[in-house]
């Protein structure tokens, strides 16, 4: 089943000189427990892409459906509800609010869409859990490593049950083991949770965790691989690296 798909995706900033084509006519699908990487210099629209999939941001042109809905037809409080509701975020600053516990932090989202105090505090424990940092629960991020951190992080993206999870540089700031803890950690949910997840990283080990990277060049899709890459996207990558 496919979590989300992008068609004919542009995406321009400014006008006249200032003009900037960030995106120039990408296609990108992704099916439900697939792991994907998106990979491109700075500059190259790797960002703007993955803002796109998460509904932060619209396209200038191109459509961007995310289980049947095309997120760039709904209004601002629509597609607001649809991204809380459906797209979990992991970002490279871990994005935490410094004065709630862990725990707390995990719950708010969940008790802004309705659930009750008890019942989110009870999920926020089962996705701590699942992250393997509950015994951290009552601990505000100031007192948390920085894995440690960015795993809460992860459990808040779970708590909600999403469609899918985007990560923006999840290791960028987390020295060499605990970024493997936390690339390891979201491999895990793919094999064993069949969670969806598109991350953006600049680092070639984290994306080899992947089951496909898509390297962008120049708002354009340059090539694909990986297993689950498209047929003639794996011929494109062989014939450039052979």
Do not use: C
């Not at 935490?96 to 869409?113: F, G, Q, S, Y």
């Not at 540089?169 to 950690?185: F, K, Y």
């Not at 990277?213 to 694909?224: A, L, N, S, V």
């Amino acid at each position: 089943m496919i979590v989300i798909e992008a068609r004919g995706l542009t995406k321009v900033f400014g006008t006249g000189e200032a003009k900037v084509e960030a995106l120039r006519g990408v296609d990108v699908q992704v099916h439900q427990g697939e792991f994907v990487a998106i990979m491109g210099a700075s500059g190259s629209g790797k960002s703007t892409l993955l803002y796109l999939l998460g509904g932060i941001d619209v396209p200038t042109t191109g459509q961007v459906i995310l289980e049947g809905t095309d997120l760039a037809t709904l209004s601002d409080d629509k597609r607001t509800l649809m991204r809380r509701q459906r797209i979990g975020f992991i970002f490279q600053s871990f994005n935490l609010l410094p004065t709630l516990t862990a725990e707390e932090n995990v719950a708010l989202p969940l008790e802004l869409d309705g659930v009750s105090t008890s019942e989110a505090r009870r999920r926020a424990a089962e996705t701590l859990e699942m992250v393997g940092v509950l015994h951290r629960r009552s601990h505000i991020p100031s007192t948390l490593s920085g894995g440690e951190q960015q795993r809460v992080a992860v459990a808040r993206a779970l708590a909600t049950k999403p469609a899918m999870l985007l990560a923006d540089e999840p290791t960028g700031n987390l020295d060499t083991a605990n970024g493997q803890v936390v690339t390891r950690l979201l491999r895990k949910l793919v094999d064993d949770q069949r969670q969806t997840i598109v991350m953006v990283t600049h680092d070639p080990i984290v994306a080899g965790h992947a089951d496909r990277t898509i390297h962008i060049r120049d708002g354009r899709i340059e090539d694909e691989e990986g297993a689950t890459a498209a047929p003639h996207a794996k011929a494109a990558w062989a014939e450039r690296t052979a």
